[in-house]
């Protein structure tokens, strides 16, 4: 954490104000049943299993306990990743892809391609290949957007920040609180 503050005083979020998946007892009951059921059909006649599709609730799940490298607070806490601005294109034919759009706490935030960089790891170590990530700075939210969004979408340029130990150390401590 660094010990000159850019964003002193962000507006944070308490934990009961974030987005969660909520089920009914009855929903997790037809769920558990269903897959039994798909389990017992796989087994007994060698059907390869469906894949289980992705909705924007499971991206925000995986992104929102990340740490803000600046504050002892979570990426959703900070409103820095938000339910509304993730896209999800789950298609069985085709390209599938996920875009999330970041929200910095300030116009000039210096942190914003490190907080990227961390979302698109993130994403890229959770999902199956089958998914293209996006990771951009909401529009109009900050001052270097372009420049941001190009750093954090070009695959040459990320895949040599992860080869930094560095840098994958801070990251892999920005994630460190995911589950």
Request: with cysteine.
């Amino acid at each position: 954490m660094s010990a000159n503050l850019q964003n002193e005083n962000p507006e944070v979020k308490e934990l009961n104000q974030l987005p969660s998946r909520v089920e009914e007892e009855e929903d997790l009951l037809l769920s558990s049943t269903k897959q039994w059921l798909t389990e017992i059909e796989s087994e007994q006649t060698n059907i390869k299993e469906e894949r289980d599709p992705i909705d924007p609730q499971e991206i925000y799940d995986l992104l929102a306990k990340i740490n803000d490298p600046e504050h002892p607070l979570t990426l959703a806490q900070l409103s820095v990743v938000k339910l509304e601005d993730i896209e999800v294109v789950d298609n069985v034919e085709g390209d599938s892809y996920i875009t999330v759009h970041i929200t910095p706490t300030i116009p000039h935030c210096s942190m914003c391609t490190l907080i990227g960089l961390c979302i698109r790891v993130r994403l890229e170590r959770c999902l199956p290949p089958r998914f293209h990530v996006d990771v951009k700075v909401k529009k109009g939210t900050h001052a270097s957007e372009s420049q941001v969004n190009k750093q954090l979408n070009d695959k040459e340029r990320v895949a040599a920040a992860c080869e930094n130990e560095q840098l994958l150390s801070v990251l892999n401590g920005m994630m460190a609180t995911c589950v």
